[in-house]
């Protein structure tokens, strides 16, 4: 598909429109416009950087500070986190795959009007210290935002052990209003404390300072509770034994340069994967799925 060519189909008189564009910093993007919700993809990371439904506020949160270039993770909206999660020494934060440009592989319309556009990551070096894989994510654009995240291994003899983390940032309306719920009883690493091992006692998680939790053995779907806009948020999952949730709040905000001062007062983190105790390993030729479901609705009362 070349930057600028439109591809479009009609299903039941309503319009889905795909245009491959370049977007900022130059960097290639896939705009999607369906009968209920528009979406941004950006190449570089596979990352999804916009989800609105029509007639709603931004599902996704994007730092106005955010940097748009070749090596740099893109800051909101949805970066994959493969093959691990947080710090390594000597090797950074997060993996290797928010920072390199996926290969487009598909667009697909289906019935009804929705989109999916499948990506594979590229051959990189950094994977070298891995057995060798195959990564292929794909984005559903439709009423909903579906995420479908699969590493294959394709060693013969070696297993492949690995973290993988869809680091959704939502946009909120006030983050000291909102609550996040469906985590009741799970047993959590807190960050903030030096990974001390504590159990969630809230039916609705508050956030009023630094949040930095990685939820362990989850597998319901969690929700958040925005008053300020009138909104339920409600991830689903399969494929995903850990939620980590989390807002740098002002003294983290103010130190990380592509993160707006304020930034932290409007998004929360909700993030899904396998991470920490939860961290994968794959045989030879096995296949580990990830998927995420995004949706919304009117907060009722």
Not at 239 to 257: F, H, Y
Not at 268 to 283: K, R
């Amino acid at each position: 598909m070349e930057p600028g060519k439109l591809e479009s189909t009609a299903h039941s008189g309503a319009p889905s429109r795909v245009a491959f564009l370049e977007g900022q910093g130059e960097l290639p993007i896939l705009e999607v416009v369906t009968p209920w919700s528009a979406a941004e993809i950006f190449l570089h990371g596979a990352h999804v950087t916009r989800f609105k439904k029509h007639n709603e506020p931004p599902l996704l949160f994007m730092s106005q500070c955010s940097r748009f270039e070749q090596g740099s993770p893109i800051r909101g909206g949805i970066p994959v986190i493969l093959p691990w999660f947080g710090f390594r020494e000597g090797l950074g934060q997060h993996g290797f795959a928010r920072k390199r440009a996926w290969e487009l592989k598909e667009v697909a319309f289906g019935p009804g009007g929705s989109v999916s556009a499948r990506f594979s990551f590229p051959e990189t070096p950094e994977a070298a210290a891995f057995p060798p894989f195959k990564a292929e994510y794909t984005v559903t654009v439709s009423e909903s935002l579906g995420l479908r995240l699969a590493v294959t291994n394709l060693s013969q003899d070696q297993a492949l052990p690995f973290e993988n983390c869809l680091h959704t940032y939502f946009e909120v309306g006030d983050v000291t209003a909102i609550g996040v719920v469906g985590l009741k009883g799970c047993e959590y690493l807190d960050q903030v404390e030096k990974f001390a091992r504590k159990t969630e006692g809230q039916d609705a998680i508050r956030i009023n300072s630094e949040v930095d939790r990685i939820y362990l053995n989850t597998s319901a779907p969690v929700e958040i509770l925005d008053p300020r806009l009138g909104r339920k948020i409600r991830v689903e999952t399969e494929g995903s034994r850990s939620t980590v949730v989390w807002n740098p709040w002002i003294a983290k905000a103010q130190q990380m340069a592509d993160f707006g001062n304020d930034d932290y007062e409007t998004m929360v983190c909700v993030e899904s994967g396998n991470v920490a105790d939860n961290a994968l390993t794959i045989a030879p030729r096995q296949t580990a799925v990830l998927q995420v479901k995004l949706s919304s609705a009117c907060l009722q009362g």
